[in-house]
């Protein structure tokens, strides 16, 4: 069973400063590794899939890279509300399974 | 996009049976994987399971046991139920999509259903 390590726990920054978030796997996962942020009370948003595809609508200053067990979210020009917790989510090619990471809490000071 | 709707009763006494079901509006339930994530208040997320359209399944080893999901593809929609619940298995449940290769990972979260477990 793969297991992801997320670092640090938090996270607080000033708006416009660069946040890089830690993924880390206990094995190898290729690319397969996404990030979403999410908010309270809200269900998660996905931000980058297979390490580093943005996915559609998302700005440019999320970026994502990495592959085999390390990997990396960078948040540049932080914006008061990309405040959220952030989590990292490998799914296996086949068969299909899932694990996530404990996530990152970003504030935003 | 594909919304999701998923709705269930929103307590369930302990020992009892969750029951929730998804309803997929628009689109094709095909070559897809339906999923069921949870979140209990405060904590990460959890997967428990995947379901394509063919019904093919995989689920979370350490909910395998009390799990079922199932797939309507003429009603649109996917289920599912865990058995003998405590109360570790209050959360927000929610039902997701993923679209499968290239992407290998949830793009579509329904709003997501909370459930206590409680007497």
């Known amino acids: 069973e793969i297991v992801l390590t997320q670092s640090p726990v938090t996270l607080s920054l000033s708006p416009g400063e660069r946040a890089t978030l830690s993924c880390r796997a206990s094995q190898s996962v290729s690319s397969y590794l996404a990030w979403y942020q999410q908010k309270p009370g809200q269900a998660p948003r996905i931000l980058i899939f297979?390490?580093?595809n943005r996915a559609t609508g998302i700005p440019a200053r999320f970026s994502g890279s990495g592959s085999g067990t390390d990997f990396t979210l960078t948040i540049s020009g932080l914006e008061p509300q990309d405040s959220a917790v952030y989590y990292c989510q490998h799914r296996s090619n086949w068969p299909p399974v899932s694990t996530f990471g404990p996530g990152t809490k970003v504030d935003i000071k | 996009q594909v919304p999701l709707q998923g709705s269930g009763p929103g307590l369930v006494k302990p020992s009892e049976t969750l029951s929730l079901t998804c309803i997929v509006s628009?689109?094709?339930?095909?070559?897809?994987?339906w999923s069921w994530i949870r979140q209990p208040p405060g904590k990460e997320l959890q997967w428990i399971a995947y379901i394509d359209n063919r019904g093919s399944i995989t689920y979370n080893p350490s909910l395998k046991s009390r799990v079922t999901i199932s797939v309507d593809t003429s009603k649109n929609q996917f289920s599912l139920t865990l058995s003998s619940v405590t109360a570790a298995d209050t959360a927000v449940y929610y039902c997701?999509?993923?679209?499968?290769?290239?992407?290998?990972?949830?793009?579509?979260w329904g709003q997501g259903t909370m459930v206590t477990v409680s007497s």
């Open positions: 997701a999509r993923d679209p499968g290769a290239p992407v290998h990972a949830v793009d579509i």
């Open positions: 628009g689109g094709s339930m095909n070559s897809v994987y």
């Open positions: 297979d390490a580093s």
